[in-house]
């Protein structure tokens, strides 16, 4: 698909038919995060797939954001193994996370599979019940499927600021 396209279509999907996401094209969006740029090349994320009845089971206890959605990926970081920036203000970890994620929704978008990014989520909680390890912090959960039939964006979704209010040269 032509990549402008990809960003222009992509929403976030809030009504998902229950169908999981094909193995290959799993692959395929998964590949896509794993070729994602990270600071150093730490490559300090990890990606949880849940799609196992239990595993949905515990999306839902964490978000009431799933919205039927067949598959998930909760995105993590490595904590002890970021980048710490010139000053030490900063650190990777959640900016690396979000950059493999984002690969991970453009990518899905591109294998025609419906997403929304979660992140109103009880974080603590989905370290708990997915036994994650005490050095990884959870930066969101990516619902991923297809979309119920007359499913489409919210009202608002093409609204956007002219590049002029977000933009300026120096």
Known sequence: MDFRKV??????????????VEQAILDRILEAGRLAPTA?????????????DEALEKVDMVTPCRYNAGTCLL???DK??????????RQSGVEDATIVATHLMLAAAN????????NCI?????????????????????????A???????????????????????
């Open 122 to 146: 009880d974080i603590a909680k989905a370290h708990e019940l997915f036994g994650l390890p005490d050095n990884e912090e959870v930066l969101m959960i990516l619902d991923l499927g297809y």
């Open 40 to 52: 150093k090349n730490l490559q300090e994320h990890h990606i949880y797939v849940l799609r196992s």
């Open 111 to 118: 294998e025609g599979v419906d997403s929304c990014w979660l």
């Open 7 to 20: 960003v222009e279509d992509r929403y976030s999907c809030k009504s998902y038919d229950g169908r999981k």
């Open 75 to 77: 995105v993590a970081f």
């Open 80 to 89: 002890d193994n970021v980048y710490t920036y010139p000053g030490s203000q």
């Open 148 to 170: 119920t039939e007359g499913t489409g964006p919210l009202g608002n979704h093409g609204s956007r600021k002219p590049l002029t209010e977000t933009v300026t040269y120096l």
